[in-house]
């Protein structure tokens, strides 16, 4: 087939790694085999925000598959105060942005593009697409719970008047875990706030999509796929396309191939692995506090280390805070703890492989601030969790892991925000001495999500009914 008669698809993130992977993903798997298609990636940047792992990602991406991998001219945000967090800040990049992704749409359409595929953030493009009369979709890259929820957003938004975490009953949807307002969205928590009102903005116009699609699962989100295939008069069909993870990137660093080789030494299941996703960042009293409770559980654990904040998406923009060596660690680490626990537990500077430290076999658990990306890692690679939520929709994804799903432990904090060592200990413990229960659900449901995604599973066969529409595109 000549390149010309292939279908072709813009795929478009916005920033951070857990956007661009899931997305990316989805780009690798539309140039494959069944479906051939030709996909260009419009990245979206941001001025003075570097990311050397987005960088690598992008640059193995560019070097291993035929995607067109296509970046914007960064986006200024420097008018914005530091206080803003990172959910305006992804809309405002892509908002900025949209001159430049018009100009690639169009320089960049032979063949003509058939969809543009957005995530939440993103949805502002459909502007663009409507002017250049293209099919948007939005790609969903968090569970069917939470879609469900937004879903049901400006609803909750017209008929409350309080603030959620006020709300006297949790909020009960069909098919759905029960979740408090308090462990709604981050953003969602002041309904006063910039980033408060562009969620429910963003929420209202879901209803533009012509299709949503979602990273997940039947056996992972039986409940909220049922309601979900409900009809709802203007709400777009949901397509379950999961689960798509993070497939094997290079290891150029020195500090990921390390960690590989101390795993290898280490025996079947028996390392807890600890890591907040590509932004997570916990203060120095937390720190501390989680330092002593791995030391105390005796377990043997690799943790990945970034430099104390108080603000716990401090490095979200920098993908783990730039890169330290082991020595800086020392600095914010509790006097004496690495030579205490070396042999036992190793530390890891701002980033590791974590996708190959969760396909590893010496990896028992996962101690996780259950971004969805992370969440499925584990999932496809039959990994229990602790599940220690810090911003954004995490808390949301925590409450569904423990009390829906059932393949995680909490965390518990106390009234301060604070998880104290004892609770550590408690979790860790509970988890790799004695979560039989946890680990045989994880591995049941690693099963089933190997199913989906085979020929004839739901997932397949979900993708097969998208890739179909846009072989044959409709002109809006
Ligand atoms: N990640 C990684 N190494 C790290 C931290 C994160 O490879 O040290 C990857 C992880 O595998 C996942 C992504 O970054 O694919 C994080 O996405 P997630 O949705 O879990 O969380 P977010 O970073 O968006 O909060």
């Known amino acids: 087939m000549s390149t010309d008669e292939r279908t072709h698809i813009a795929i478009m993130p916005s920033p951070g790694a857990g956007h661009l992977t899931p997305l990316a993903e989805l780009a690798k798997r539309l140039v494959r085999h069944p479906h051939d298609f030709s996909v260009t990636l419009i990245v979206v940047t941001i001025a003075s925000s570097s990311s050397s792992s987005q960088h690598d990602y992008l640059n193995h991406l560019k070097s291993s598959t035929s995607i067109d991998v296509h970046q914007l001219p960064p986006a200024d945000l420097s008018d914005l105060p530091d206080d803003v967090p990172p959910e305006p800040r992804f809309f405002l990049a892509v908002q900025r942005s949209l001159p430049h992704l018009r100009d690639s749409l169009a320089?960049?359409?032979?063949?003509?593009?058939?969809?543009?595929?957005?995530?939440?953030?993103?949805?502002?493009?459909?502007?663009?697409?409507?002017?250049?009369?293209?099919?948007?979709?939005?790609?969903?890259?968090?569970?069917?719970?939470?879609?469900?929820?937004?879903?049901?957003?400006?609803?909750?938004?017209?008929?409350?008047?309080?603030?959620y975490r006020d709300l006297e009953e949790p909020i009960r949807l069909p098919g759905c875990v029960p979740i408090e307002g308090k462990d709604l969205l981050e953003p969602l928590q002041d309904r006063k706030s910039m980033a408060y009102r562009i969620m429910?903005?963003?929420?209202?116009?879901?209803?533009?999509?012509?299709?949503?699609?979602?990273?997940?699962?039947?056996?992972?989100?039986?409940?909220?796929?049922?309601?979900?295939?409900?009809?709802?008069?203007?709400?777009?069909?949901?397509?379950?396309?999961?689960?798509?993870?993070?497939?094997?990137?290079?290891?150029?660093?020195?500090?990921?191939?390390?960690?590989?080789?101390?795993?290898?030494?280490?025996?079947?299941?028996?390392?807890?692995?600890?890591?907040?996703?590509?932004?997570?960042?916990?203060?120095?009293?937390?720190?501390?506090?989680?330092?002593?409770?791995?030391e105390l559980s005796g377990q043997r654990f690799l943790w990945v280390v970034r430099s104390p904040a108080e603000k716990m998406s401090a490095a979200f923009f920098t993908g783990g805070g730039g890169r330290w060596k082991e020595d800086d660690l020392l600095e914010f680490l509790p006097e004496g703890f690495v030579e205490r626990t070396r042999g036992k537990g190793l530390v890891v500077p701002s980033w590791a492989p974590q996708s190959q430290v969760l396909a590893h076999m010496s990896t028992g658990g996962f101690m996780s601030h259950c971004g969805w990306n992370s969440t499925l890692e584990s999932v496809v690679n039959g990994v229990p969790l602790i599940a220690w939520p810090l911003y954004a929709e995490q808390k949301m994804n925590a409450v569904m892991l423990t009390e829906g799903v059932r393949i995680a432990i909490r965390a518990i904090a106390g009234e301060d925000g604070l998880v104290e060592r004892e609770e550590v200990v408690r979790v860790v413990k509970g988890l790799m001495e004695e979560g039989k229960e946890v680990k045989q659900r994880v591995k049941w449901l690693q099963v089933e999500g190997k199913k989906a995604l085979g020929e004839g599973g739901s997932s397949y066969k979900a993708m097969l009914e998208m890739t179909e529409m846009w072989r044959t595109p409709k002109k809006l």
Not at 109 to 118: G, Q, T
Not at 126 to 132: I, Q, R, S
Not at 215 to 229: D, H
């Open 200 to 294: 429910i903005d963003l929420a209202k116009r879901y209803m533009e999509a012509e299709g949503v699609l979602v990273n997940t699962f039947k056996a992972m989100e039986p409940g909220p796929m049922k309601a979900l295939k409900v009809p709802e008069p203007g709400r777009p069909p949901v397509y379950a396309i999961g689960p798509m993870v993070q497939t094997i990137g290079p290891v150029n660093d020195l500090s990921g191939s390390d960690c590989l080789k101390w795993l290898d030494q280490q025996p079947s299941e028996s390392v807890l692995f600890v890591c907040f996703g590509s932004g997570g960042t916990l203060s120095q009293e937390q720190l501390n506090e989680l330092a002593f409770g791995l």
């Open 107 to 163: 320089t960049r359409s032979i063949p003509p593009f058939s969809a543009l595929i957005v995530d939440f953030f993103a949805i502002d493009a459909f502007a663009v697409t409507k002017e250049l009369g293209l099919p948007g979709y939005l790609y969903f890259t968090s569970s069917c719970n939470n879609l469900c929820h937004m879903f049901y957003l400006p609803i909750l938004h017209a008929t409350t008047t309080c603030e």
